[in-house]
């Protein structure tokens, strides 16, 4: 279990001074725990959620009985990407939580290594009731069932923790591999050179009656 030190912090606390000194604020509640701000190191978190992500359990301690929780939504500066806040859920003892997990494709599909087609993921994550001991940091999809390209996985195809419930419809298609379509190459039409000389031809004989009429009927005058 990942475990995160936490400090109570005051609503006052100016929170750039916070972050300058290398301190996050942040805030934790529940269904039976009320909003409660905190802080906790910068260095810390960062650790944590490179290696937990939104759909691990942390453990807060510092800030009276140790707590169970997830990471509900960070803030980011839109400038440079750094986390300013965190909001952290408190697990319920014994309940379960519904959360979004990411998918990790596996497997070797015979469709893509010998029919040359191409996998399309239409799922990147499911959604799922489960026990927070049970929690996964991914779910996975075999890929080896794609023999053709009429094949598909979807989400009742996919094997899911002991204690959870699957969220997303169980039709919902997560994969399927596509043909690769070939681009046909455009016909220029070669134009036809004998016309084009014709077509001088014809012009430079009407040009020279009309010249040998003209020279007529001065001689005429």
Not at 16 to 25: E, M, S, T
Request: net charge neutral; aromatic share 4%.
């Amino acid at each position: 279990m990942l475990e995160l030190k936490i400090k109570k912090r005051k609503v006052s606390e100016n929170l750039k001074k916070l972050r300058k000194n290398g301190i996050l604020p942040a805030v934790f509640y529940g269904k039976k725990e009320k909003a409660e701000p905190i802080s906790l190191q910068a260095r810390d978190f960062k650790k944590i959620w490179k290696k937990a992500g939104e759909s691990t359990v942390i453990t807060l301690s510092g800030v009276g009985d140790s707590k169970e929780a997830l990471i509900h939504s960070i803030d980011f500066d839109p400038v440079s990407d750094i986390p300013l806040h965190i909001d952290f859920y408190i697990i319920e003892v014994g309940a379960k939580v519904q959360v979004n997990v990411p998918l990790e494709f596996t497997g070797e599909s015979r469709a893509i290594k010998e029919l040359g087609g191409n996998l399309v993921k239409v799922l990147h994550n499911i959604e799922i009731k489960v026990s927070a001991k049970d929690l996964p940091q991914h779910i996975e999809v075999d890929i080896s069932g794609l023999v053709d390209f009429t094949c598909k996985v979807t989400t009742k195809d996919i094997k899911l923790p002991k204690s959870a419930e699957l969220v997303t419809k169980s039709d919902e298609v997560i994969a399927l591999v596509a043909k690769v379509s070939e681009e046909k190459e455009e016909e220029i039409e070669t134009p036809n050179l004998d016309s084009i000389e014709v077509e001088k031809k014809g012009k430079k004989e009407d040009d020279e009656k009309e010249s040998e009429a003209i020279k007529d009927n001065k001689k005429e005058k």
